[in-house]
């Protein structure tokens, strides 16, 4: 049994920096891919980013340049460095995994089986 357990989250001024984490636990388990996805209020799911097992990552272009996504393997755990936030940035943020590599960076939720329980982010104005 894999679970994804994220922590992090919290009430924060725009502007501010928050920092995600994913840390996970069970089986030996070493995903291919990880990523972060965000869902705010009456929205969908939305990717945020991703990154392979070797480190090379993938942005969506809403936070590219503000978050940085990474991750020690060492540690099993990811993180998500939030910078510059935006009262729109207010969501449950999500991690997921998965083991099956993909040439390109898999930003589709079904792409993704293993997922954590959400971590609540609010930034206010």
């Known amino acids: 049994q894999v679970q994804l357990v994220e922590s992090g989250g919290g009430l924060v001024q725009a502007g501010g920096s928050l920092r995600l984490s994913c840390a996970t636990s069970g089986r030996i388990f070493s995903p291919a891919f990880m990523a972060w996805f965000r869902q705010a209020p009456g929205k969908e799911r939305e990717f945020l980013a991703a990154i392979r097992r070797e480190g090379t990552t993938y942005y969506a272009d809403s936070v590219k340049g503000r978050f940085t996504i990474s991750r020690d393997n060492a540690k099993n755990t990811m993180y998500l460095q939030m910078n510059s936030l935006k009262p729109e940035d207010t969501a449950v943020y999500y991690c997921?995994?998965?083991?099956?590599?993909?040439?390109?960076?898999?930003?589709?939720?079904?792409?993704?089986?293993?997922w954590g329980q959400g971590t609540q982010v609010t930034v206010s104005s």
């Open positions: 997921a995994a998965d083991h099956r590599w993909t040439s390109t960076f898999p930003q589709e939720l079904s792409k993704y089986n293993y």
